[in-house]
Nanobody, 124 residues
Framework: QVQLVESGGGWVQAGGSLRLSCAAS????????MGWFRQAPGKEREFVAG????????NYGFSVKGRFTISRDTGSSSINLQMNSLQPEDTAVYYC?????????????????WGQGTQVTVSS
């Protein structure tokens, strides 16, 4: 079992930055692939970024590549998402997810645990 709690969401103007964090608890965190997804009103939940259990492999959604960076801190059982050059289209609820898989999946169905989400709003 893995419990996930996101923090760091908020409001920012276009071009600004935010840093999201996800605190994880549970014995299987160290063996879990971790990911960030987001969901805007009226849209499907989409993959944003993922990181392997070792931290050695990362993957990013096309729309955020080069602007967002995912990292994990095994010492504090947390992952982070540094978001730079934010645009209004990045506005969404951002969810942290954990999957007991050995690869960095872009598919939400392959993640087993989810946080409650944190709102990110980017104004133009």
């Amino acid at each position: 079992q893995v419990q996930l709690v996101e923090s760091g969401g908020g409001w920012v103007q276009a071009g600004g930055s935010l840093r999201l964090s996800c605190a994880a608890s549970g014995r299987t965190f160290s063996r879990s692939t971790m990911g960030w997804f987001r969901q805007a009103p009226g849209k499907e939940r989409e993959f944003v970024a993922g990181i392997s259990w070792s931290g050695g492999i990362t993957n990013y959604g096309f729309s955020v590549k080069g602007r967002f960076t995912i990292s994990r801190d095994t010492g504090s059982s947390s992952i982070n998402l540094q978001m730079n050059s934010l645009q209004p289209e990045d506005t969404a609820v951002y969810y942290c997810a954990a999957g007991l898989i050995q690869w960095v999946s872009v598919h939400r169905d392959e993640y087993d645990y989810w946080g409650q989400g944190t709102q990110v709003t980017v104004s133009s």
